[in-house]
């Protein structure tokens, strides 16, 4: 028995991209340019001077590990809701009809206010549950929601900017995104699952746009044009971010969402912060806004909200 097999990370399929100038508006043109590239080419690059602090990451990857080490019994308390907020157990994701159950835990989470209120107007949107018995979980992943988010839009601004479009193009309906944050724990995975066992298994992600902030374990693979699998370890002062589905159905197929996986074959657990950044759900995504009229789409227009619900019923055995 085996794990699945990867290649080393050729540095030329993931870039790293420095975003400084993007962000603080010195120099927007030349940063979206390379993502541009980047997105046109993978869809995934690193990251650097992304605004994510290394405190709000360490603190919410601390309490996290935390809250999985629980017992089931605590952390079903705040049990995953019909609204797709809480703790999802292991066997609550499978990416494929055939393939096996994911071995992960997540806990996931949503935008909300000052007072801690979130809104009520999608089957996707509903309050957060925070664990009573680690009262300092909640604090932490707003953080990181919050600076995440930020991180989000400035890239999409990035990207409408390369593609000649109103850099709020986007982000016009964006005040109440639909984006959801997850914590996501794989246990030490054994060898003797064998090599068609996954953290979680070959899959694009369903919305907009991915950032995930993973620890120094390891264990994410991405497929090349060609099919093959390479790894994207973490390096130092980084994130990741990648392009999604729903994106990649915006801009007509140009940027490109690409399959990945997680196979943990490190002898230790691994945690991984996550923000699937993803505008208001009245949203309507349609490439012949970015293309022109004139533009073959291959897909009919639709909202965000009912592609989302659309996905997640697939992917999700408690939604059904």
């Not at 340019?33 to 994510?52: D, M, P, Q, T």
Request: proline share 5%; charged share 25%.
């Amino acid at each position: 028995m085996s794990y699945a097999y990867a290649k080393e990370l050729d540095p030329k399929k993931i870039p790293i991209i420095d975003v400084s100038s993007l962000r603080n508006g010195s120099d927007k043109v030349s940063v979206a340019k390379k993502l541009h590239e980047a997105n046109k080419n993978l869809g995934f690059l690193y990251v650097s001077n992304h605004g994510i602090s290394s405190k709000t990451i360490k603190k919410t990857r601390e309490y996290g590990l935390q809250f999985f080490n629980k017992n089931n019994k605590e952390k079903e308390t705040v049990k995953i809701s019909k609204k797709h907020r809480g703790w999802l157990g292991y066997g609550g994701a499978q990416m494929k009809d055939d393939a096996k159950v994911d071995l992960k835990e997540s806990f996931l989470w949503g935008y909300q206010d000052e007072n801690g209120k979130s809104l009520e107007d999608h089957p996707l949107r509903g309050q957060n549950l925070w664990p009573s018995f680690l009262p300092s979980l909640q604090k932490n992943c707003m953080d990181f929601f919050n600076q995440a988010d930020l991180l989000a839009k400035d890239l999409l601004k990035g990207f409408a900017i390369a593609m000649s479009l109103n850099e709020d193009f986007f982000l016009k309906n964006s005040s109440r995104p639909l984006s959801r944050a997850s914590l996501v724990y794989y246990p030490s995975q054994p060898e003797q699952m064998g090599n068609d066992q996954y953290g979680v298994g070959p899959h694009t992600d369903f919305g907009t746009l991915t950032i995930l902030c993973q620890d120094n374990v390891g264990g994410l693979q991405v497929q090349d044009v060609n099919g093959e699998w390479f790894h994207a370890p973490p390096i130092q002062d980084t994130i990741i971010v990648n392009v999604a589905d729903l994106l990649s159905r915006w801009t007509g197929g140009e940027y490109k969402s690409t399959p990945h996986r997680v196979v943990n074959s490190s002898k230790l657990e691994r945690l991984s912060l996550v923000l699937a950044f993803d505008p208001n759900p009245e949203t309507m995504v349609d490439p012949k806004e970015v293309h022109g009229q004139s533009f073959n789409s291959k897909e009919d227009p639709i909202s965000c909200g009912d592609y989302l619900i659309w996905r997640f019923g697939k992917a999700f055995s408690y939604r059904n």
